[in-house]
T-cell receptor
Framework: ETGVTQTPRHLVMGMTNKKSLKCEQH?????MYWYKQSAKKPLELMFV???????ENNSVPSRFSPECPNSSHLFLHLHTLQPEDSALYLC????????????FGPGTRLTVL | QQPVQSPQAVILREGEDAVINCSSS?????VHWYRQKHGEAPVFLMI?????EQKGHEKISASFNEKKQQSSLYLTASQLSYSGTYFC????????????FGGGTRLMVKP
């Protein structure tokens, strides 16, 4: 069972579309993360937010734009993506930033045509 | 630099044992283990801190050898429910660094 939810679970979009991924956690955690999981590749950390402030941007292209309006919600805004951006996007939260145990959401499977 | 996991994949019969290794080129402060079933979120299994400790959860245990900069996950008398991809996440020092994940080990347990 997970206290981290993500919507949508599946998304297909064209390269010119704009869409957003949503993550919500009900665990009272202060830190939230976006990861990209591609086939046959390690989990790639994209962004980290701690107390609503972005603390890490792991050299992610600007076509990915995160937003954290409060400690419970995290968004990933997508625009003009490329086919190689197709992947599973996972959201996670932890009590605090760093290496506390992370609780993952089920992910959004994104396909860019 | 991400840790290296081995093997990349393993197939077991129910009741057999397996070992999954996680090696780093950096000195490690802690190692986290997660399991992800197909189509589901990664789930936390256990964390090991430096000091060479071992931990166990039912028939899954792990060790951490900080001198060798590696951790091993031991699955004993495997069950069908153990199938999934196992990831290690490593912390290279106690400075609030982020976890760096290995490429994963796919485990399939057959009846």
């Amino acid at each position: 069972e997970t206290g981290v939810t993500q919507t949508p679970r599946h998304l297909v979009m064209g390269m010119t579309n704009k869409k957003s991924l949503k993550c919500e956690q009900h665990l009272g955690h202060n830190a939230m993360y976006w990861y990209k999981q591609s086939a046959k590749k390690p989990l790639e950390l994209m962004f980290v937010y701690n107390f609503k402030e972005q603390t890490e941007n792991n050299s992610v292209p600007s076509r990915f734009s995160p937003e954290c309006p409060n400690s419970s919600h995290l968004f990933l805004h997508l625009h003009t993506l490329q086919p190689e951006d197709s992947a599973l996007y996972l959201c996670a939260s932890s009590p605090n930033r760093g290496t506390d145990t992370q609780y993952f959401g089920p992910g959004t499977r994104l396909t860019v045509l | 630099q991400q840790p290296v996991q081995s093997p990349q994949a393993v197939i077991l019969r129910e009741g057999e044992d397996a070992v999954i290794n996680c090696s780093s080129s950096k000195a490690l402060y802690s190692v986290h283990w997660y399991r992800q079933k197909h189509g589901e979120a990664p789930v936390f299994l256990m964390i090991l801190l430096k000091g060479g400790e071992q931990k166990g959860h039912e028939k899954i245990s792990a060790s951490f050898n900080e001198k060798k900069q590696q951790s091993s996950l031991y699955l004993t008398a495997s069950q069908l429910s153990y199938s999934g991809t196992y990831f290690c996440g490593t912390e290279s020092n106690n400075a609030g660094n982020m976890l760096t994940f290995g490429g994963g080990t796919r485990l399939m347990v057959k009846p």
